[in-house]
């Protein structure tokens, strides 16, 4: 039904909450993928290294990953 999910996180544990959601939605639609999504303010982009935003989302990625779903996980800027 769905070949792809984007999941919005914004480092808060709600947002964290609804992972199992999407993994159970996921499995149950037949989904091929699951893209991890983190915008963030310039400003505070430029605090936090991408290391640590990279962390995050691969923190985030095992978890899904166990359900043999592929996840994606981009960094960008905005324009």
């Given at each position: 039904?769905?070949k792809?999910?984007l999941v919005?996180?914004?480092?808060?544990?709600?947002?964290?909450?609804?992972?199992?959601?999407?993994?159970?939605?996921?499995?149950?639609c037949g989904?091929?993928e699951?893209?991890?999504?983190?915008?963030?303010e310039?400003?505070?982009a430029?605090?936090?290294?991408?290391?640590?935003?990279?962390?995050?989302?691969?923190?985030e990625?095992?978890?899904?990953?166990?359900g043999?779903?592929?996840?994606?996980?981009t960094?960008?800027?905005?324009?």
């Amino acid at each position: 039904m769905f070949k792809k999910i984007l999941v919005p996180l914004d480092g808060s544990k709600l947002a964290e909450c609804a992972l199992p959601y999407v993994e159970e939605l996921a499995r149950g639609c037949g989904t091929e993928e699951i893209i991890l999504i983190s915008v963030t303010e310039q400003v505070r982009a430029q605090v936090r290294a991408p290391e640590a935003r990279e962390l995050y989302h691969t923190r985030e990625d095992p978890r899904i990953q166990r359900g043999g779903i592929e996840t994606t996980v981009t960094f960008g800027k905005k324009e």
